[in-house]
């Protein structure tokens, strides 16, 4: 299986920063990562889709880079509802595997 | 409006079975491929397999981590999905999603499932 992780896994940030998070594959998986938010007591939520495509309904906030190894997802200012769990998932190889989960939280 | 909601979770003993089910509604279900996902509480997400749309078939694909004793189906008259679940482990203890993917990418508010006796 791809392993992927993530960092951090916990980040305290204030409303307006400019936040990443990265994660890494341990072996390429081209542009087949999805970025996920899931805030408590809900589903995860579809943000970024092939590494770098915002999802329909999306706030241009967020966005994604990377390609290969290593994937960013980037919160341009940070605004409250952001305070969710952030998740990275590839899609390159069976079985998709998730890495271990960012909490960002607000100073 | 896109509606997945997914019901049979419960507590079961080890060693037991159990049948999840989920309801879609409001996307075109055959066009869609359809998955389940699990999350034990606190942990990230597992990927325990899925269903392909009628393009690819309806073929299927597991997670080593539950080939064998999962198994998943669907109902493409009724718009539903399953998953069968066999000889259940504690650590299988978690909150399961089913999730169409394809054009869209939905999910159901998940379904608690409990392996304890």
């Known amino acids: 299986d791809i392993q992927m992780t993530q960092s951090p896994s916990f980040l305290s940030a204030s409303v307006g920063d400019r936040v990443t998070i990265n994660c890494k594959a341990s072996?390429?998986?081209?542009?087949?990562l999805n970025w996920y938010q899931q805030k408590l007591g809900e589903a995860p939520k579809l943000l970024i889709y092939?590494?770098?495509s915002l999802q329909t309904g999306i706030p241009s906030r967020f966005s994604g880079s990377g390609s290969g190894t290593d994937f960013t997802l980037t919160i341009s200012s940070l605004q409250p509802e952001d305070v969710a769990t952030y998740f990275c998932?590839?899609?390159?190889?069976?079985?998709?595997?998730f890495g271990a989960g960012t909490k960002l939280e607000l100073k | 409006e896109v509606k997945l909601l997914e019901s049979g979770g419960g507590l079961v003993q080890p060693g037991g079975s159990m049948r999840l089910s989920c309801a879609a509604s409001?996307?075109?279900?055959?066009?869609?491929?359809m998955n389940w996902i699990r999350q034990p509480a606190g942990k990230a997400p597992e990927w325990l397999g899925f269903?392909?749309?009628?393009?690819?078939?309806?073929?299927?694909e597991y997670n080593p981590s539950v080939k064998g004793r999962f198994t998943i189906s669907r109902d493409n008259t009724q718009n539903m999905l399953y998953l069968q679940m066999n000889t259940l482990r504690a650590e299988d203890t978690a909150t399961y999603y089913c999730?169409?993917?394809?054009?869209?990418?939905?999910w159901g508010q998940g379904v608690m499932v409990t392996v304890s006796s």
């Open positions: 999730a169409g993917t394809g054009r869209g990418d939905y």
């Open positions: 409001g996307f075109t279900f055959t066009d869609f491929y």
């Open positions: 269903i392909r749309n009628k393009a690819n078939g309806y073929t299927t």
């Open positions: 072996q390429n998986i081209n542009r087949y």
């Open positions: 092939n590494a770098n």
């Open positions: 998932l590839q899609h390159n190889s069976w079985p998709r595997t």
